[in-house]
Nanobody
Framework: VQLQASGGGLVQPGGSLRLSCAAS????????MGWYRQAPGKERELVAL???????VYANSLKGRFTISRDNAKNTVYLQMNSLKPEDTAVYYC?????????WGQGTQVTVSS
């Protein structure tokens, strides 16, 4: 499985971005897909997960600002990020879990700065 993340960039505080993660397989067959992020000098952390079946999961600190969704027909998962803050600056990674194996995309840089 290959994951292609896109949509990162430079945005001012308070702005919005939408990240996309296109998968090479049928995402309905995946255990889940998700977004993680890694800021400089910090460990990679969970942002949001969306399982093949069931509800979404968010990092508590991001609830209300970030929304994960998917388009099954396009095998694509999205991360809508609103009210961005400088502390959201990080490389954002897409991940898929398929039969307990992890697959990672290449990451997309998000920089929140004035």
């Amino acid at each position: 499985v290959q994951l292609q993340a896109s949509g990162g960039g430079l945005v001012q505080p308070g702005g919005s971005l939408r990240l996309s993660c296109a998968a090479s397989g049928n995402i309905l067959s995946f255990d889940y897909m998700g977004w993680y992020r890694q800021a400089p000098g910090k460990e990679r952390e969970l942002v949001a997960l969306i399982p093949g079946i069931g509800g979404t999961v968010y990092a508590n600190s991001l609830k209300g600002r970030f929304t994960i969704s998917r388009d099954n027909a396009k095998n694509t998962v999205y991360l809508q990020m609103n009210s961005l803050k400088p502390e959201d600056t990080a490389v954002y990674y897409c991940k898929a879990e398929i039969r307990r194996s992890d697959y990672w995309g290449q990451g997309t840089q998000v920089t929140v700065s004035s």
